[in-house]
Nanobody, 121 residues
């Protein structure tokens, strides 16, 4: 099983980034996919999750209206489009896969390695 996150970088406040997470080694289209983030000295927190088909999404209040999660099952890839970025969005972002619909990091079976997002003020 492999989840490869990419697309992070340094961006100014108000800017945008698109994260991607390419999956392999499991039946991607039968798994819910989640995005989490972890800032230095803080616990890993839920950002977004998306259903198998992509028709269902769930977002943390802190990013609702600014971030959009989508997936392409033909490409085994999940995306996180991030707009109107704020300095407080600075963190390492992780994608994860699970068969349950959950906001809890502990529920997720598979994890990517993370991609760093830094938002300057």
């Amino acid at each position: 099983v492999q989840l490869q996150a990419s697309g992070g970088g340094l961006v100014q406040a108000g800017g945008s980034l698109r994260l991607s997470c390419a999956a392999s080694g499991f039946s991607f289209s039968t798994y819910y996919m989640g995005w989490f983030r972890q800032a230095p000295g803080k616990e890993r927190e839920f950002v977004a999750q998306i259903s198998w088909s992509g028709t269902g999404t769930d977002y943390a209040d802190s990013i609702k209206g600014r971030f959009t999660c989508s997936r392409d099952n033909a490409k085994n890839t999940v995306y996180l489009e991030m707009n109107s970025l704020k300095p407080e969005d600075t963190a390492t972002y992780y994608c994860a896969a699970d068969r349950r619909w959950s906001r809890s990091a502990g529920a997720y079976d598979y994890w990517g390695q993370g991609t760093q997002v830094t938002v300057s003020s």
